[in-house]
């Protein structure tokens, strides 16, 4: 009946009642990648965290959904990869000695997440006018904060060493007015803002704590001020070999009369405020004294007793005892 299949039910409701269900079929059509794709990253995300191979964070993605990206780390020997207690180790180490934590805050320190990554040496890990949006963990290696002038002048300003977080204050000073940068190889871990601002409202004395570790910068600030301005140049140098050794002892990385400092001669230059040729002679002039030798990114101690004298040292101002 031709008029009746002109008319009929199916003829004028077909496409009303098989809508839906081609929108469907479609629509899983076109997530069934994806869906794979992410069931496929769950497998491997959760194997990874069970060998505790991997340090993991999430990343933005170029594309149109955010991608899980895994960084895996290796220590110095070619080892087992880093596990987050390792890395965090250092920095709750320091923390615990210096400001003081409870285990409730340890442990939320150590939940942190923390992108690692390995750093060049000489290369910028925040630089001058940038406006960062994680802070930096060094969890091997060394690094310094500098300004340099328009003329091209560059004043070393701090070192920084395993289990600090150089750049803390960007947390809330948002444009970086300075630069850090690695001096050696290095292993960094990098913490979000965000993670770091949740942690500080959830747990108040980590907030005290790291506010302390700010304060404590700026009265090594204040140090190195006095330090470059007013001690002669045998003194200043004394004086930052012997800084750097108490904060190393706190780590456990200085042991007897030998420890790290990887600074050339124009580096060493650049932080006491003197030219290369003069830093040639002081560091000369030391080892001829018998009083420290630095070579090839190390110090030897050789008379206690005359590097105190010459450093004119006093402690305080590093504020490594929470009751004092």
Known sequence: ????????????????????????????????????????????????????????????????????????????????????????????????????????????????????????????????????????????????????????????????????????????????????????PSTLGFISHASLRALTREKPNVAEVLWRETLIDAAIFREWIVNVGQRPATSRLAHTVVELRRRLVVTGRAAGDTFEMPLTQEQIGEALGITPVHANRVIKQLREERIIDISRGRVVVLDEVKLAELAQFDDRYLHQDPFL
Request: with cysteine; aromatic share 8%; net charge positive.
């Open 1 to 184: 009946m031709p008029g009746r299949q002109a008319g009929g039910l199916f003829a004028g409701a077909k496409c009303n009642l098989l809508e839906p269900f081609l929108k469907r079929q479609r629509r899983a059509a076109a997530i069934a990648p994806f869906l794979h794709e992410q069931i496929s990253w769950l497998a491997l995300i959760l194997a990874c965290r069970e060998s505790r191979l991997l340090n993991l964070c999430w990343e933005p993605a170029s594309g149109r959904f955010r991608s899980f990206r895994y960084w895996k780390s290796t220590d110095r020997k070619g080892g087992l990869g880093l596990d987050r207690e390792t890395v965090y180790a250092p920095l709750l180490r320091r923390l615990t000695i210096v400001s003081g934590l409870d285990e409730p805050d340890i442990a939320a320190i150590r939940a942190l997440p923390i992108a690692v990554r390995q750093w060049d040496a000489g290369r910028a890990i925040v630089a001058d006018g940038q406006r960062p949006t994680d802070c930096c963990l060094v969890v091997e290696g060394f690094c310094v904060r500098s300004k340099t002038t328009v003329s091209g002048q560059r004043q070393i300003l701090s070192i920084h060493i395993p289990g600090e977080i150089p750049d803390l204050q960007s947390l809330y000073l948002r444009r970086m007015d300075h630069d850090i940068i690695s001096l050696v």
